[in-house]
């Protein structure tokens, strides 16, 4: 049995800096205090700002200087209607009440900014946390990092493939400390998962299932508030668009033109095509990273994705169901399900040769499967089967303070190998990138291109070449740091498989 595999080796992430924790004081600034500076003061930026802000208060090296929104913002109180009770809720967010919470100065211009490129620009900010909308992350995780900064970045991190190849070599280049926010990366049963399986418990695995499901009868991500305050006069419309910026090759956003101003483009881009994937991108983005890096799997070979608009026809333009098939030149295919009609979940499974792989909340559960005596579970069984053994792994209390535990202990120690460092996103990311631009190319299959990274014309030989890897009796591929052995990758042809063979100028293959 091979040893257990090192965290911070997990799918090859970079090599430690040279920078040693005892250097880090000249760095980090006055007192060993990391300076954090925030790009996006929305919902999902208030819970890291509130998580900063106790950090500072608690003493644990990170102090809030500047502040970046393209909307002046709103503080107030409002109702909220919603399964016939009315919940009066507290609503700060954008940039003036962000700057307040941490006792910065709205006037003061050099530190609450709508132009990120300010808060970059200050030799007084350490790190920066990146939580705008999704269209702005790529670019903003590369100037960042060539601006010196240390960055934690909201998922998804991109928007394109090619973007991710922009971002991961930004951060290999720089040698910055980089996490991307998908939290659920502080568990460690996916790294359990990992050993298990590239030590061959499952043999080899040919199948694996994923999905992130929601239900809002008001139509998802239509809670996000719509406030009389959100007007061309308080939001920086034209930045928030980027159109006039260009990343890997393509202008970030529409222009005005293209998507005029609009309250719940603003507050729920989302829903928008232009700006986001939906469920594709925002949802599917977790689960997925997850999933491959469970599997120890890259980039895949190919995607399929089919969606569409089933249910939530309220102006949205992005897919309320969608169903994305990825196969990998290793030899295995998953599926991922994205849904936000439903809230019921599917199974996070791993198939195998030899088992099965089961996630549970706490761990994972393992079944035997036993190639040698033909189908083990029966279909439609009354009754979930019994696991023939379990993997007990303690989850985080909180997986977003978890990641930002980690995150700041690896900005200390000038480690890259934080829980989701840009190599492992950009994997999860493209899967859901390719996801998208197939389902906009009418369920056409988007191929990768491994060497030179990047989309790859559609193919028509995909099939053509499994069938000729089973002509040649060739085995399947491994996935990284394999170390099983061939019980599970093996074929055991029963004895007449022999007299099979085609019939050449009447002659019989067997003799």
Same mark, same amino acid.
């Given at each position: 049995?091979?040893?257990?595999?090192?965290?911070?080796? =997990?799918?090859? @992430?970079?090599?430690?800096?040279?920078?040693?924790?005892?250097?880090?004081?000249?760095?980090?600034?006055?007192?060993?205090?990391?300076?954090?500076?925030?790009?996006?003061?929305?919902?999902?930026?208030?819970?890291?700002?509130?998580?900063?802000?106790?950090?500072?208060? +608690?003493?644990?090296?990170?102090?809030?200087?500047?502040?970046?929104?393209?909307?002046?913002?709103?503080?107030?109180?409002?109702?909220?209607? =919603?399964?016939?009770?009315?919940?009066?809720?507290?609503?700060?967010?954008?940039?003036?009440? %962000?700057?307040?919470?941490?006792?910065?100065?709205?006037?003061?211009?050099?530190?609450?900014?709508?132009?990120?490129? #300010?808060?970059? &620009?200050?030799?007084?900010?350490?790190?920066?946390?990146?939580?705008?909308?999704?269209?702005?992350?790529?670019?903003?995780?590369?100037?960042?990092?060539?601006?010196?900064?240390?960055?934690?970045?909201?998922?998804?991190?991109?928007?394109?493939?090619?973007?991710?190849?922009?971002?991961? &070599?930004? !951060?290999?280049?720089?040698?910055?400390?980089?996490?991307?926010?998908?939290? $659920?990366?502080?568990?460690?049963?996916?790294?359990?998962?990992?050993?298990?399986?590239?030590? $061959?418990?499952?043999?080899?695995?040919?199948?694996?299932?994923?999905?992130?499901?929601?239900?809002?009868?008001?139509?998802?991500?239509?809670?996000?508030?719509?406030?009389?305050?959100?007007?061309?006069?308080?939001?920086?419309?034209?930045? =928030?668009?980027?159109?006039?910026? +260009?990343?890997?090759?393509?202008?970030?956003?529409?222009?005005?033109? +293209?998507?005029? =101003?609009?309250?719940?483009?603003?507050?729920?881009?989302?829903?928008?095509?232009?700006? %986001?994937?939906?469920?594709?991108?925002?949802?599917?983005?977790?689960?997925?990273?997850?999933?491959?890096?469970?599997?120890?799997?890259?980039?895949?070979?190919?995607?399929?994705?089919?969606?569409?608009?089933?249910?939530?026809?309220?102006?949205?333009?992005?897919?309320?169901?969608?169903?994305?098939?990825?196969?990998?030149?290793?030899?295995?295919?998953?599926?991922?399900? *994205?849904?936000?009609?439903?809230?019921?979940?599917?199974? +996070?499974?791993?198939?195998?040769?030899?088992?099965?792989?089961?996630?549970?909340?706490?761990?994972?559960?393992?079944?035997?499967?036993?190639?040698?005596?033909?189908?083990?579970?029966?279909?439609?069984?009354?009754? %979930?089967?019994?696991?023939?053994?379990?993997?007990?792994?303690?989850?985080?209390?909180?997986?977003?303070?978890?990641?930002?535990?980690?995150?700041?202990?690896?900005?200390?120690?000038? #480690?890259?190998?934080?829980?989701?460092?840009?190599?492992?996103?950009?994997?999860?990311?493209?899967?859901?990138?390719?996801?998208?631009?197939?389902?906009?190319?009418?369920?056409?299959?988007?191929? !990768?291109?491994?060497?030179?990274?990047?989309?790859?014309?559609?193919?028509?030989?995909?099939?053509?070449?499994?069938?000729?890897?089973?002509?040649?009796?060739?085995?399947?591929?491994?996935?990284?740091?394999? %170390?099983?052995? &061939?019980?599970? #990758? @093996?074929?055991?042809?029963?004895?007449?498989?022999?007299?099979?063979?085609?019939?050449?100028?009447?002659? &019989?293959? *067997?003799?």
């Amino acid at each position: 049995m091979a040893p257990p595999l090192d965290r911070r080796k =997990f799918l090859g @992430t970079a090599a430690t800096l040279s920078l040693p924790a005892s250097s880090y004081a000249a760095v980090a600034g006055s007192n060993d205090r990391l300076r954090v500076g925030f790009v996006g003061c929305g919902g999902r930026a208030q819970a890291h700002i509130d998580l900063v802000a106790r950090f500072a208060r +608690e003493g644990k090296g990170v102090v809030p200087v500047a502040v970046c929104d393209v909307w002046d913002g709103l503080d107030d109180e409002y109702d909220v209607v =919603f399964g016939g009770k009315t919940t009066r809720r507290k609503y700060s967010q954008g940039l003036y009440p %962000s700057a307040r919470k941490f006792g910065l100065d709205p006037a003061d211009a050099g530190r609450v900014t709508k132009d990120y490129r #300010r808060v970059l &620009d200050r030799a007084d900010v350490d790190v920066v946390v990146i939580a705008t909308p999704d269209h702005w992350h790529g670019k903003m995780t590369v100037d960042a990092v060539r601006a010196g900064k240390d960055v934690l970045v909201e998922a998804p991190f991109v928007r394109r493939a090619e973007e991710a190849v922009a971002v991961v &070599d930004a !951060w290999r280049h720089t040698g910055r400390v980089v996490t991307v926010g998908v939290q $659920g990366m502080a568990d460690a049963v996916w790294v359990r998962a990992f050993d298990a399986i590239r030590t $061959g418990t499952l043999g080899h695995v040919g199948h694996a299932q994923t999905g992130a499901f929601r239900n809002d009868a008001r139509g998802q991500w239509r809670y996000y508030r719509l406030a009389r305050e959100m007007t061309p006069r308080t939001v920086d419309w034209d930045r =928030f668009l980027g159109h006039r910026v +260009e990343f890997a090759g393509k202008p970030l956003g529409p222009s005005p033109k +293209e998507l005029p =101003f609009d309250r719940a483009a603003f507050a729920q881009w989302r829903c928008v095509r232009e700006l %986001s994937g939906g469920p594709l991108s925002d949802l599917l983005c977790h689960p997925v990273t997850h999933m491959v890096a469970a599997l120890g799997v890259r980039e895949p070979a190919r995607v399929t994705a089919g969606g569409g608009i089933v249910l939530e026809a309220d102006g949205r333009s992005v897919p309320d169901v969608a169903t994305v098939v990825a196969d990998y030149d290793e030899g295995l295919q998953l599926v991922a399900t *994205a849904a936000t009609v439903s809230g019921f979940p599917t199974d +996070e499974l791993v198939r195998g040769r030899l088992g099965a792989l089961r996630f549970v909340r706490g761990g994972f559960q393992l079944f035997r499967d036993d190639p040698h005596r033909g189908a083990s579970y029966p279909a439609r069984s009354p009754r %979930s089967p019994e696991p023939t053994s379990v993997v007990t792994v303690e989850p985080p209390r909180n997986e977003t303070e978890a990641l930002w535990e980690n995150f700041l202990e690896c900005v200390g120690a000038r #480690r890259q190998s934080t829980f989701c460092p840009p190599d492992l996103a950009a994997v999860g990311a493209t899967v859901c990138a390719m996801a998208e631009a197939s389902v906009w190319a009418g369920n056409a299959p988007v191929y !990768w291109d491994r060497e030179r990274r990047e989309v790859a014309a559609a193919s028509g030989d995909w099939a053509e070449r499994w069938v000729k890897r089973s002509a040649g009796r060739t085995p399947p591929g491994t996935i990284a740091g394999w %170390s099983g052995s &061939d019980s599970g #990758r @093996t074929l055991f042809p029963p004895a007449d498989q022999k007299l099979a063979g085609s019939w050449k100028n009447g002659r &019989d293959p *067997a003799g």
